[in-house]
């Protein structure tokens, strides 16, 4: 059975910065693109990255590029998410998502497997 679990989220103010977790299993975990998604209250959930699995491709939503990084461990069947430069607009439940598409895929029907998510909060 397949589990991807997410950690990390809470309370930030604006300008600070959340280190995602999230941790597979019951999968072959280097053989998927780990991808980013967000959901905020009363929106569509949205991509925000993604990461192959080779580790060196990466791909990002305009909207977090250049303060979200993801990487991976494939050792650890970890993939994280770093986030800096919090902005109140980056308040969602944020869910990592595995699936057997490029790393430039963006649409949540192309990913497999999800987490049950973990809530982010920026305040102002």
């Known amino acids: 059975q397949v589990q991807l679990v997410e950690s990390g989220g809470g309370l930030v103010q604006a300008g600070g910065s959340l280190r995602l977790s999230c941790a597979a299993s019951?999968?072959?975990?280097?053989?998927?693109?780990m991808g980013w998604f967000r959901q905020a209250p009363g929106k569509e959930r949205e991509f925000v990255g993604s990461?192959?699995?080779?580790?060196?491709?990466?791909y990002y939503a305009d909207s977090v590029k250049g303060r979200f990084t993801t990487s991976r461990d494939n050792a650890k069947n970890m993939v994280y998410l770093q986030m800096n430069s919090l902005k109140p607009e980056d308040t969602a439940v944020y869910y990592c998502?595995?699936?057997?598409?490029?790393?430039?895929?963006?649409?949540?029907?192309?990913?497999?497997?999800w987490g049950q998510g973990t809530q982010v909060t920026v305040s102002s």
């Open positions: 998502a595995a699936g057997s598409s490029p790393v430039g895929s963006t649409r949540s029907s192309e990913y497999n497997y």
């Open positions: 019951g999968v072959t975990f280097r053989r998927y693109t």
């Open positions: 990461i192959a699995w080779s580790t060196t491709m990466t």
